[in-house]
């Protein structure tokens, strides 16, 4: 269910498309984003506020973003509420922004949003943002939880917000290769305040520069107009193995095996494996190599009768562990063949 958070930045958007230019820039050799193969995460590359370095001490850029895409057999939107990091005063600063956690790519339409706001020191979005802020760490799998959460605080900042509209707002569906309009693939998303027609060139983003225009006599960093860039991130590989839930599971199966809690130990081990392979923040490839992970951190706790301690959690442990997607002990692996 969309929050009116994402529901307000998608009708500024609408009601100002004959204002600004929306186009996505795709990232150079990247290639279309595999449905039920691939993750995809959201960040705020880069922007700009003409006006922004005349706000002074009193006003400063809050962000509202994320995400949307099929998840648990809906369209479920991931997005986070905050303040970027870096100035929104000098076009071309690298913001590097995450919006979204990595999302696995189940097929069909992803929509991105965002949304920026004009905050005061004053003003109640302030503790707005202390609270948001506590929650980040939250934004995380089980991502079933962290769509949740992120609903929560955007049904909340819209009473807070009252009536004020956003400085700037871009929305964009993306579809899967041959589907017709903007591919999913890398690249970056760009809405400029100012209509196409009045951009004369090609639009880049250009390494040291941010977003450029090109006119005919070479790439130059936009400026004096208002614009967001978004970075869409498409990758087959993880770069972040934080799974609390499954690590808590591996430890509930060590303490049963460690004080002899036969069937206790049994039941949890099962369902360990069972929830990594059934896992639906993970992709089919990464289910089973995790699952089969998971049955052998457990199995060394029990031979070995020590329980795995932080240091020893499915983050720590995957660099060096984690078998290849090929690997023969992962290519014909069956759930049966791990629990049984």
């Not at 036969?262 to 949890?268: G, K, L, N, S």
């Not at 494996?273 to 190599?289: C, G, K, N, V, Y």
């Not at 301690?309 to 690997?327: F, K, M, N, V």
Request: hydrophobic share 40%.
């Amino acid at each position: 269910m969309f929050s009116p958070m994402w529901r307000r930045a998608t009708s500024w958007f609408d009601a100002n498309t004959a204002h600004v230019t929306r186009e996505f820039i795709p990232l150079p050799g990247g290639r279309p984003a595999r449905a039920y193969e691939d993750y995809v995460r959201i960040w705020l590359a880069e922007g700009f506020l003409a006006k922004a370095a005349t706000w002074g001490n009193k006003h400063f850029p809050v962000l509202h973003g994320g995400a949307a895409l099929d998840y648990l057999g809906g369209k479920t939107p991931f997005t986070k509420f905050g303040q970027p990091k870096g100035t929104l005063a000098a076009p071309g600063s690298q913001l590097d922004y995450q919006l979204t956690p990595l999302l696995p790519f189940n097929g069909g339409v992803i929509e991105v949003e965002a949304s920026l706001y004009q905050a005061s020191t004053a003003g109640p979005l302030v503790t707005a943002l202390k609270i948001a802020g506590t929650l980040d760490t939250l934004l995380a799998p089980p991502l079933s939880l962290a769509a949740t959460i992120a609903g929560k605080v955007g049904d909340g900042l819209d009473s807070v917000l009252d009536q004020d509209q956003p400085v700037l707002a871009v929305h964009g569906a993306m579809v899967s290769e041959g589907g017709g309009g903007d591919e999913l693939r890398p690249g970056w998303l760009a809405v400029i305040r100012k209509p196409r027609d009045e951009l004369p060139g090609s639009l880049s983003v250009q390494k040291n520069l941010g977003l450029c225009l090109d006119n005919g006599d070479g790439p130059e960093q936009l400026s004096g107009v208002d614009y967001l860039l978004l970075r869409i991130e498409c990758r087959p590989d993880r770069d972040d193995w934080r799974f609390p839930e499954l690590d808590e599971l591996v430890r509930e199966a060590g303490r049963a095996a460690i004080n002899g809690w036969a069937e206790t130990f049994e039941d949890a081990r099962k369902a360990a494996i069972t929830r990594a392979w059934t896992s639906p923040d993970l992709t089919p490839a990464d289910r089973r190599r995790v699952a089969k992970l998971v049955a052998d951190e457990i199995a060394a706790a029990s031979k070995f009768g020590a329980i795995p301690g932080p240091d020893q959690s499915l983050e720590a442990i995957a660099a060096g562990r984690l078998l290849a997607w090929d690997a023969p002990e992962v290519r014909n692996l069956t759930l049966s063949n791990l629990i049984g």
